[in-house]
């Protein structure tokens, strides 16, 4: 059976930082067990870029807009026959909760940026090396305390994260959601069409196509260039059928 790749594109930049986001959070779930120095830097890594990206706009602010934003295009559901009330009750109680929530909250990222261990292996990250034990000894004694301190100081930081985390998950899913993927055909390795007011491209390609999309464009209009994994002896079809999402 062959497998589908799903491949997401923003064509913004508010879009761009918003998966860029969920990217990380998703990194430092994945390695909040923190057993070695490898697994420690992985962490820390990811946690640096987080902080980084944090650092970029009126992030707050867009994310509370595009909540109020969900929230608008729900209500006008109810005006829709036989659409599921209590579902859109449900969804609009979400998004107005992780809006509360957010607003409440402190500057995303402030506990881990003021936290004096993250801070130290942040200066250190940039340097080749520069997280060996002479270099980083607080790091190297902390990953010598017992496990579970260690899992309750990550649990602490990944707390912190918690509102940024379910608007983000909130947003995604419903703009995910909100386009159906159609078959569309390449000529010749291209494609082209306008996006007026999408924000996000899905592509699913089939693994056995040993193709990837390379993608241009903005929220009016984006082209799709397809590529042959071996750049070498790939070969693209002059006609290649796709999955692709406008959301």
């Not at 969920?22 to 070695?36: A, G, P």
């Not at 250190?124 to 002479?134: E, M, N, W, Y």
Request: glycine share 6%.
């Amino acid at each position: 059976m062959s497998t589908t790749i799903l491949f997401e594109y923003p064509l913004n930049e508010k879009m761009r930082t918003w998966l860029r986001i969920e990217f990380l959070i998703s990194q430092l779930e994945s390695s909040r067990t923190i057993t070695d120095p490898l697994g420690a830097l992985t962490f820390f890594r990811n946690a640096a870029e987080l902080l980084d990206v944090f650092e970029r706009g009126e992030l707050r602010t867009d994310i509370v807009k595009e909540l109020e934003k969900q929230q608008q295009k729900l209500r006008a559901w109810a005006d829709v026959p036989g659409v599921d009330m209590e579902l859109i009750d449900t969804l609009r109680d979400k998004l107005k909760a992780c809006s509360g929530t957010l607003m409440a909250a402190p500057r995303m990222g402030q506990l881990m940026r003021e936290d004096r261990l993250i801070g130290l292996v942040r200066q250190r990250l940039s340097i080749p090396g520069g997280c060996c034990s002479f270099d980083l000894p607080t790091l190297h004694i902390w990953l010598h305390v017992a496990q579970e301190q260690r899992d309750a100081q990550v649990a602490v930081w990944m707390e912190s994260l918690m509102p940024i985390r379910e608007a983000l998950t909130q947003i995604l899913d419903l703009i995910r959601q909100s386009g159906e993927f159609r078959t569309q055909t390449s000529v010749n390795g291209f494609f082209q069409d306008n996006g007026e007011g999408a924000e996000l491209l899905r592509l699913q390609l089939s693994l056995d196509d040993s193709l990837y999309p390379q993608v241009s464009g903005h929220k009016s209009r984006y082209a799709i260039r397809f590529l042959p994994l071996d750049s070498e002896r790939g070969e693209v079809p002059a006609r290649l059928d796709f999955e692709l999402a406008c959301c």
